[in-house]
């Protein structure tokens, strides 16, 4: 018989006092229990969350190349399709790193994605339509939700070579090696401001994995550099603008300029006055207190150069010389020009003008009898029912106002003068200093909208372009593609990176960026070092300028050494006008079509040897001659690295044969000469 099971409820009596028997030992593991199982539960989420959940997430993807989202340190990633090779890190500053990995509200097509931080950003990614086989772009642009947020993105230096950007006082190659506080993205001189950036800036960053970074133009920037660990672009605090830029990732970095480099444009690149390439500069440093001084000055410099065989080129005068000289001869006549041009024969001329005024100067004054004056120059945005007050600035150490380069009637006033003066003179050249630099941001005073950031020197350099191809200026801002002169930033006279180191660097730069007719600073450097008058740097800085577009001599040759050197300069003027200015001819023609630069870095020929990435004491003309200088004082030897691999390239010293992707160790280089080697296959 079955037996009976009790179904009422247990004793309240029992259940108390077996509970009330419990010793406290017995209650605290209880207590211990509990805690474990609810810290065994909290862990077990967060292993479900960190398995459900990976530290990278993919937000955009395309065919050859996605971006993912880092959660960890809250950072956007960069990935070649279809292997994943990394390409970019980006550290995003404008939002908190601890947020959930985002999730995408753009309900479109997947070639969007967009994600908001409440009360900070919004972020969206859009996938560029096809831009070429093997390269794809993203734009990213970030926008702000609060007024006082900043947007900041940091493009890590970790195992990606940087080139582009702002040129820099001590340039360097890559730019990896640069320091630079955050400071607005625009161009300057670096005379007065040798922290800040220098006359040749594009908003455009190239990178040795194949990507490149093009910022917005009509975004209003900071650039900070930290030296081999990033470079920042950060939107200025308070005016709630967005940060746009695009991005595109190549196969490796030589496509990757490729394709920037010969994308569509909006005007056809030209080149300026290609007679100017065979003809030295020769730069007047004579006396110019009135003009029969300056007069006899080029006089006695044309009987010297005559003197010593060196009797074709260009004489340079400065912009002091010009407006003593303008004041006399400002308003030509037949005779005027004929003693004009008896100046310098058989030489040509070169003067020298700027966009500034002095105060008290009679170029200032005549144009306040205009009646127009008020918009010849910048000046300050008045008040409501105020009249306009002229920006004055510095320049030279003058008090000055400069040019309004958004007025046709200032422009137009300013450009006659420029041509009659010119044609007073009898000059073949105008060269135009300070056209580099934004003076609202100078002066701490708001810029109209027409004359944020690099406006004015596109402006102007646009403007003086219709001068002819015989004009030479000072910056470059979005004008690579008009005839133009670029004269480079001035060197010191010694063997550092702010001297003869750094003008391979400038070269290389100047170069990517589309700017190929520059003229060099003069040889030697203007600049004073910490070795003027050393003939060994007179001799290495000019075996260099032998093979660029322009040679410039600031100091004679028969001044700062003797007859040996004297002897080579006339062998280098002659080596360039028979070798590299064919060169740059024929290479020019492929920069008009394809975009590409004419002085190129090592990498060009091994876009995937990490090698090449930090040479920056080499140079190729096009893809056929390669130079190595010597850059160290005292120093006969040097490693030399020939690129491209499964090429031959022969010395033309010596007639030997070597293989490319190699490097030669210690090869000799005498005070006499310096390695050139040239493409044979």
């Not at 020197?457 to 801002?477: H, K, P, Q, R, V």
């Not at 060994?536 to 300028?545: A, G, P």
């Amino acid at each position: 018989m079955p037996l009976s099971r009790h179904t009422g409820q247990i004793p309240e009596s029992t259940w108390t006092l077996s509970f009330r028997e419990m010793t406290e030992p017995w209650k605290g593991a209880v207590g211990c229990l509990g805690v474990a199982v609810f810290f065994a539960m909290t862990i077990g989420i967060i292993s479900w969350q960190a398995l459900e959940q990976p530290p990278e997430e993919w937000v955009l993807r395309g065919r050859d190349a996605g971006m993912l989202w880092e959660r960890g340190r809250g950072a956007l990633l960069l990935r070649a399709l279809p292997a994943g090779r990394p390409v970019l890190a980006i550290a995003v500053g404008s939002v908190p790193a601890t947020e959930p990995p985002p999730r995408d509200r753009c309900w479109h097509d997947g070639r969007q994605f967009c994600y908001s931080w409440e009360e900070d950003a919004e972020l969206r990614l859009s996938l560029e339509p096809p831009a070429a086989p093997g390269t794809e772009c993203y734009s990213v642009r970030w926008t702000p939700l609060r007024p006082d947020v900043t947007l900041k993105d940091c493009f890590s230096m970790a195992n990606v070579s940087w080139y582009g950007g702002p040129s820099i006082r001590a340039q360097r190659w890559p730019l990896n090696g640069a320091e630079s506080p955050a400071q607005p993205l625009v161009s300057g001189d670096l005379s007065t401001n040798p922290d800040g950036f220098g006359p040749l800036l594009e908003r455009y960053f190239l990178g040795s994995t194949g990507v490149t970074v093009t910022v917005a133009p009509d975004v209003s920037l900071l650039l900070s550099l930290e030296s081999h660990q990033q470079f920042c672009l950060e939107t200025l605090a308070g005016r709630a603008e967005p940060l746009h830029y695009q991005l595109c990732v190549s196969t490796d970095v030589a496509a990757a300029h490729r394709h920037t480099a010969s994308a569509p444009a909006g005007a056809a690149r030209t080149p300026p006055d290609t007679a100017l390439l065979g003809s030295p500069i020769w730069r007047y440093h004579g006396p110019e207190g009135s003009a029969a001084k300056i007069k006899r000055g080029l006089r006695s410099l044309v009987r010297r150069l005559k003197r010593h065989r060196l009797q074709e080129g260009v004489v340079a005068l400065g912009e002091r010389g010009t407006a003593v000289l303008a004041a006399t001869d400002l308003v030509p006549s037949g005779r005027r020009k004929r003693q004009a041009l008896a100046l310098v024969e058989p030489l040509e001329l070169s003067i020298t003008l700027s966009p500034y005024a002095g105060v008290t100067s009679p170029l200032f004054l005549h144009s306040l009898s205009g009646g127009e004056a008020a918009g010849y120059w910048l000046s300050r945005q008045p008040r409501p029912g105020a009249s306009s007050i002229p920006l004055l600035t510095t320049w030279k150490g003058q008090l000055c106002a400069r040019l309004n380069v958004t007025s046709e009637a200032a422009l137009g006033w300013y450009l006659a003068r420029a041509r009659r003066l010119r044609q007073a003179l009898g000059a073949t050249y105008v060269a135009f200093e300070g056209v580099e630099g934004n003076s609202f941001l100078e002066q701490d005073v708001p810029a109209p909208a027409e004359l944020e950031g690099d406006r004015y020197t596109e402006a102007l350099a646009a403007a003086l372009a219709t001068l002819g191809n015989g004009t030479i200026i000072s910056a470059g801002s979005r004008s690579s593609h008009l005839p133009l002169f670029v004269q480079m930033s001035p060197l010191r006279s010694d063997w550092s990176h702010a001297g003869l180191k750094g003008l391979i660097p400038s070269v290389l730069h100047y170069s990517l960026l589309g700017y190929n007719f520059f003229i060099p600073d003069a040889i030697g450097g203007s600049e004073a070092g910490a070795t003027p008058g050393d003939p060994e740097l007179f001799v290495r800085w000019l075996q260099i300028v032998t093979f660029l577009p322009v040679m410039a001599f600031g100091t004679p040759p028969w001044l700062c050494c003797d007859t040996w050197v004297l002897n080579l300069t006339r062998q280098c003027i002659q080596r360039h006008r028979d070798f590299v200015v064919p060169l740059l001819l024929k290479y020019s023609e492929e920069w008009q079509s394809l975009g590409y630069p004419i002085f190129r870095p090592a990498w060009w020929l091994s876009p995937t040897d990490p090698v090449a990435f930090t040479i920056e004491d080499e140079f190729l003309i096009g893809d056929e001659v390669l130079v190595a200088p010597i850059t160290e004082k005292g120093q006969t030897w040097r490693d030399i690295y020939l690129p491209g691999e499964g090429h031959l390239w022969l010395d033309t010293n010596t007639a030997r044969v070597f293989d490319g992707g190699t490097t030669l160790r210690n090869y000799s280089a005498s005070l006499a000469e310096v390695p050139v080697f040239v493409k044979t296959s």
